[in-house]
């Protein structure tokens, strides 16, 4: 059973920065932050393969977040610079073990979320 806890959100300005991690027990064939909003969809943030390392983003963020992961710590990050009014949400990280990794189908095992909050 694959379990995971986010931690490090919180309040910063505009051009701020923030860190999030994710501690993960058992086994992932790939990870990923998601973030929802207010009145939207949770949408996929950033993506990795737990064993490869490659990497996937959103648009929205490429750029500017950067996902990473400690497989000796069982840790995985989001490091987001230049953060804006418009990243304010909350954010969770998921995984998975099979599927396609850009697929919020695909991942069936989620932490309850750190919110982040970005004022103007």
């Known amino acids: 059973q694959v379990q995971l806890m986010e931690s490090g959100g919180g309040s910063v300005q505009a051009g701020g920065s923030l860190r999030l991690s994710c501690a993960v027990s058992?086994?992932?064939?790939?990870k990923a932050w998601f973030r929802q909003a207010p009145g939207k969809e949770r949408e996929r943030v950033a993506s990795i393969y737990t064993h490869l390392g490659s990497t996937y983003y959103a648009d929205s963020v490429r750029g500017r977040f950067t996902i990473s992961q400690d497989n000796a710590e069982n840790t995985m990050y989001l490091q987001m610079n230049s953060l804006q009014p418009e990243d304010t949400a909350m954010y969770y990280c998921?995984?998975?073990?099979?599927?396609?990794?850009?697929?919020?189908?695909?991942?069936?095992?989620w932490g309850q979320g750190t919110q982040v909050t970005v004022s103007s």
């Open positions: 058992g086994y992932t064939n790939f």
């Open positions: 998921a995984a998975g073990t099979r599927g396609s990794i850009v697929s919020r189908s695909s991942y069936n095992y």
